[in-house]
């Protein structure tokens, strides 16, 4: 006897299985039809109704709230959990004007809080004075300190840390641009240079024994970093020249004035004898790089190092290298940053 399929009449086969032909399947009593679009909208209603009861409890103004985004108010969440897992109710750092507008406008710069892997945990309220971005703007630019600094210094910065974290009472220092907003662009002419000086702390559970770290950090503004060929400051600069091995064979006189030493003391000097310890390294990717660049075309490299005055302090120089055209000499052009 033949059977026939009830689909498409044909005759089946033994062990055939005939599936329906273009269509959807019929719905069952186990698994009934349910609709993705209203599904989909009931989540997204509840997803709102989180998320609005998250920014009531930012502690922030209700300006403010009411202009923030998602985004922003996700931001903002992530920054106090992190800065709740870190610091207990009696260590925590204030939240917006508890820490007072007089004393933060005492300041030189803006306090900066930062977790062992570089998140953003606390940021006070005058970087708007700083950077032209609130809070809540520059957490828009992201969650990380990497985030709001220029990319040429992350590697940098990245290894200032680590070595902030394994000598916690070291204090470390680093130079770099930060991002402002685009009204502070138009007016300055770009983004800011900073100063930023921390070191990172052992923070005590009051009711445990355990304790974790935190990188506190005063970030200055200095002044602008100089563009290559800018010479609208020639009073805050020196030119030297240098062998291969950045010996000085020659420097203008006016390093007397920055650095306090005479022409003649640094001629037949290595320009490493006047780094900071710090900074050697990041001199040394400066002059690997310049050595193997060729031709008076080539680019100049720029780094930011610390170098020693004669009175034992320290100077900070935007230091600008490049090989001049015969290829057996590097000459510098150092600004002094203020």
């Known amino acids: 006897m033949t059977i026939f399929c009830n689909h498409c009449h044909r005759p089946l086969q033994a062990e055939m299985i005939c599936l329906p032909r273009r269509g959807k399947q019929a719905p069952s009593a186990s698994k009934p039809f349910r609709s993705t679009k209203s599904a989909s909208k009931a989540r997204r209603d509840q997803i709102n109704v989180e998320l609005q009861a998250l920014r009531s409890l930012l502690p922030i103004s209700t300006q403010e709230k009411e202009r923030l985004s998602y985004l922003h108010t996700m931001a903002l969440v992530c920054l106090r959990l992190r ?5 207990s109710s009696d260590l925590a750092p204030p939240a917006g004007p508890a820490l007072g507008v007089d004393l933060l406008s005492l300041l030189p ?44 210094v992350h590697e940098d910065v990245h290894k200032k840390l680590l070595l902030a974290q394994e000598e916690p009472s070291r204090e470390v220092t680093f130079v770099s641009e930060m991002r402002t907003s685009k009204a502070f662009r138009l007016q300055h002419g770009g983004n800011r240079a900073m ?29 602008r970093l100089p563009a290559d060929g800018d010479a609208s400051s020639q009073d805050d600069l020196f030119y030297s020249t240098h062998v291969l091995d950045m010996t000085f064979t020659d420097v203008t006189e006016s390093v007397t004035y920055h650095l306090g030493y005479c022409r003649e003391e640094l001629i037949g000097q290595s320009w490493y004898s006047l780094l900071h310890p710090e900074d050697t390294d990041l001199a040394a ?21 610390r170098v020693l005055r004669r009175d034992r302090t320290w100077a900070w120089l935007c230091v600008s290298a490049r090989r001049d055209g015969g290829g057996h000499a590097i000459t510098c052009t150092s600004h002094c940053l203020r």
Not at 110 to 129: D, M, P, T
Request: charged share 10%; hydrophobic share 50%.
């Open 83 to 87: 800065g709740a897992q870190l610091f």
């Open 109 to 152: 710069g803006f306090l900066l809080v930062l977790s062992a892997n570089g998140k953003l945990v606390y940021i006070s309220e005058n970087v708007a004075q700083v950077l032209g971005f609130s809070m809540v703007e520059l957490l828009a630019q992201g969650d990380t300190v990497f985030d709001i600094l220029d990319g040429q």
């Open 195 to 223: 100063v930023v000086r921390g070191r990172f702390m052992a923070l005590h559970w009051p009711t445990s024994s355990s304790s974790t770290a935190a990188f506190l950090a005063l970030c200055t503004p200095v002044t």
């Open 285 to 305: 990717t400066q002059h690997r790089t310049v050595g193997e660049s060729l031709g008076a075309g080539a680019a100049a490299r720029t780094a930011v190092l």
